[in-house]
């Protein structure tokens, strides 16, 4: 299997599958071809085990080490897409390119160095949640994720927190991005 099959597999349509767009890795498939697609059920087992074990982890004494270990998860993520090299030192222009592909909002209070990351209503994009049964505890892999993203993009440290998310019962997910003090 090659890098560009590897990302579609591991990354599917969500966050990744945005990177992957950047990259110019995604490719168009047309609406009757997807309908004749049959359904994988090893994905949908996945997706069923993956939910499993988040909700074992966030009912375990060891939910804090697990937590760290889903947003090391979504920085290897972040890193796969690359696509937040694309866009070092560029904000602005990661801000429109994840606005054109994803309806992704952003707010950036360059005084506050505080980004509000809002994403569009619908299912999440994670291409491993089964929306059913994956507990919002999961949505620590998408704060490592943006942890990753916007420190490469600042060149700088930075703070995530989840706000909202699908998986809490929200109809979006929304992540405040704080930029320490320390400049590029």
């Not at 994840?98 to 360059?110: C, V, Y």
Request: hydrophobic fraction near 40%.
């Amino acid at each position: 299997m090659d890098r560009k099959e590897f990302l579609k597999s591991a990354c599917g349509l969500g966050a990744c599958g945005c990177a992957l767009h950047f990259l110019g890795v995604s490719e168009p498939v047309h609406a009757a071809a997807r309908a004749a697609e049959v359904p994988d059920q090893r994905l949908a087992f996945a997706r069923y085990q993956i939910a499993k074990m988040a909700g074992f982890m966030a009912a375990g004494t060891a939910a804090p080490a697990c937590a760290e270990v889903l947003q090391q998860t979504g920085r290897e993520c972040a890193r796969l897409g690359q696509i937040d090299v694309k866009f070092k030192g560029d904000p602005d222009g990661y801000f429109a390119a994840a606005r054109k592909a994803w309806g992704t909002d952003f707010s950036w209070n360059k005084e506050k160095g505080i980004v509000t990351v809002t994403v569009a209503e619908g299912e999440c994009s994670c291409p491993m949640v089964d929306s059913r049964r994956t507990p919002a505890f999961f949505c620590n892999c998408s704060v490592g994720y943006q942890k990753e993203a916007f420190e490469t993009i600042f060149g700088r440290p930075v703070q995530v927190s989840l706000k909202a998310s699908k998986l809490g019962g929200s109809k979006v997910c929304v992540f405040q991005v704080t930029l320490s003090q320390a400049s590029a």
